[in-house]
């Protein structure tokens, strides 16, 4: 059984907040379940998510970290709608004396595309690529290993611009066996242009590039791209 969760972030002034990220965490262990942003209305959704106990964590930049109690996604209750998780502005005094490390934030909203930031984040944890997929922004795995965005089906693998001869459980395994810390960062791109691409194809809908990293002399930094 699987069901959906939203919330609505606000500021103090109980206006909208948007591009906030939005974390669903299993209740046992904190554990990162999915992820979300924000959009103009402050409304974050997450999708296809499987029955159980969570809690939600919000975050932005200039806010203080903001969490909701608990919940229980069940077959009775399979839609979770909370309707305000208010973030506080962090005091003057709190910003004071911070130093500017230039680590990226876990998801980055860019004029073109989502990017999730995997190295180093709480997404890559103990997972395969097939894993942080599933905990990206839009995207859905299901039951049969089946990459979708936004609903729709049906994605092609590209790698280094070429597209992938992997289908169905061979790419899936593919995905399954090709570690999370090896990913830097997906590109999730809903309406991306034709000179995005060395393959072309008549109709582009979505792209999912995951940049990751080949350890061989050097490190070597190569592109899996997803259609």
């Known amino acids: 059984m699987r069901g959906k969760v939203s919330v609505a972030i606000l500021n103090e002034q109980t206006a909208a907040l948007e591009n906030a990220t939005v974390e669903l965490l299993r209740s046992k262990d904190s554990g990162l379940v999915k992820s979300a942003l924000t959009d103009k209305n402050g409304i974050a959704e997450m999708e296809n998510v499987k029955t159980g106990s969570y809690f939600l964590k919000a975050t932005m930049v200039g806010y203080s970290n903001t969490y909701s109690p608990f919940f229980d996604l069940t077959a009775e209750k399979p839609v979770i709608t909370i309707t305000s998780l208010a973030m506080l502005q962090k005091a003057g005094s709190e910003l004071q004396g911070v130093t500017v490390t230039g680590k990226k934030p876990f998801i980055q909203r860019l004029n073109d595309r989502i ?29 049969n290993d089946a990459v979708s965005l936004r609903g729709r089906a049906g994605v092609i693998i590209m790698i280094d611009g070429k597209p992938s001869p992997m289908t169905g459980a061979d790419l899936a395994n593919y995905l399954r066996g090709l570690p999370s810390n090896a990913i830097e960062r997906i590109d999730i791109i809903t309406n991306p242009s034709a000179s995005a691409f060395v393959y072309r194809k008549p109709i582009f809908r979505y792209i999912l590039p995951l940049h990751y990293k080949v350890h061989d002399l050097n490190w070597m930094i190569s592109k899996l791209f997803i259609h």
């Open 115 to 143: 990017v999730v930031n995997v190295e180093n984040s709480i997404v890559s944890a103990g997972s395969s690529a097939l894993d942080v997929l599933e905990r990206s922004p839009g995207i859905t795995v299901d039951q």
